[in-house]
């Protein structure tokens, strides 16, 4: 099964699918600030583009590019900005 | 602009999106044989799972996995097996 969703007013599409006994999606965000919530664990990988994050805990903003990945804890919020459309691989833990 | 698809009764389903200057998508194929057509040049590259291919003109066929990439020429048809649920991304040339 694959699941499309859309989150913000469309400026945030997944699809959500299960690999390797794992749940994950891809998706893709338009340039903006967004504010996520995690409920497991889960590791963010930028496919294509720029995430800049500032996570659960932390002061400062970090930016991951094209191949980097980040994780984030289970049960937490984390800000993300977009500055250009940007595409992702997300795992849950 | 975010454009949701899906093709092979929903055994695929893509977002498409533009981003540096390129048109991409990206998707997610379930298990399955599929054929595409391409109107100009992609380049396909495996973001989670394997991709098996069968490029124009070859007589053999080739799997790539997370990471790898290949390109496929423009007004050509190719043929494409997939094994386990394999997430992609796909950059128009």
């Known amino acids: 099964m694959l699941n499309t969703n859309e989150y913000f ?6 699809i959500g699918f299960e ?17 996520f919530a995690t409920a497991a664990p889960e590791r963010m990988t930028v ?6 994050v500032k996570l659960p805990g932390h002061v400062e903003w970090e ?11 289970g049960d937490a919020s984390f ?5 250009e459309t940007t595409a992702y691989l997300c795992d849950y833990l």
Chains 1, 2 share one sequence.
């Open 79 to 83: 800000d993300v900005l977009i500055e």
């Open 9 to 14: 007013d469309g400026n945030v599409k997944s």
């Open 47 to 52: 496919v294509k583009g720029a995430i800049t």
């Open 63 to 73: 930016t991951y590019h094209t191949g980097d990945d980040f994780e984030v804890p």
């Open 19 to 35: 690999a390797q006994g794992t749940r994950s999606s891809v998706g893709v965000m338009q340039p903006g600030k967004y504010s």
